[in-house]
């Protein structure tokens, strides 16, 4: 059975879409990433995709979403659900079908940053580091030793990190 794990951002179009990749890549399949907006750009940011590619981890169909598809009739019952930046926690979210375990993850907004190439493509690498660091410490979890509070705390604080 795989954990599905869906990542909220405003606009989907950098961090959580880069959570849902990364997600996807390192979860071996026991965890599968979603990202989704609550005001989707429509595109993906492309520093958000060479951060992936440096990674090397593939970017092959990652879209900017409603959040709405994940809160309706089919859609795949989240696991998880985590907000990666400040207005996307203070907002009203959906119902999500299920109960979802969810926990705060905020970073920085990198297209927030004005500079030169090399210094936004700086802030989107550093914000896919800290990405992929959270994303290791939850799949690091002993998942079948711990409560489902104790996995609740653990991720709420993973946020902090």
Not at 56 to 74: C, E, H, N, Y
């Amino acid at each position: 059975m795989a954990y599905h794990v869906l990542f909220v951002c405003t606009h989907n179009s950098a961090r959580s879409v880069m959570a849902e990749a990364l997600l996807n890549a390192l979860g071996h399949g026991q965890f599968v990433g979603h990202s989704a907006g609550s005001q989707p750009s429509g595109t993906v940011n492309p520093y958000a995709l060479k951060a992936l590619e440096r990674m090397r981890v593939s970017t092959d169909g990652l879209r900017s979403k409603d959040w709405a598809q994940f809160a309706g009739p089919g859609a795949p019952e989240m696991d998880f659900v985590f907000t990666v930046c400040a207005n996307a926690a203070d907002e009203v979210c959906p119902v999500w079908p299920g109960q979802p375990m969810t926990a705060h993850w905020g970073l920085a907004d990198p297209t927030a940053v004005q500079g030169t190439e090399e210094q936004k493509a700086q802030v989107f690498w550093d914000t896919a580091l800290a990405l992929k660091r959270r994303i290791e410490l939850m799949l690091a979890l002993p998942w079948t030793s711990l409560s489902r509070l104790a996995i609740q705390r653990e991720l709420k604080d993973i946020g902090t990190r």
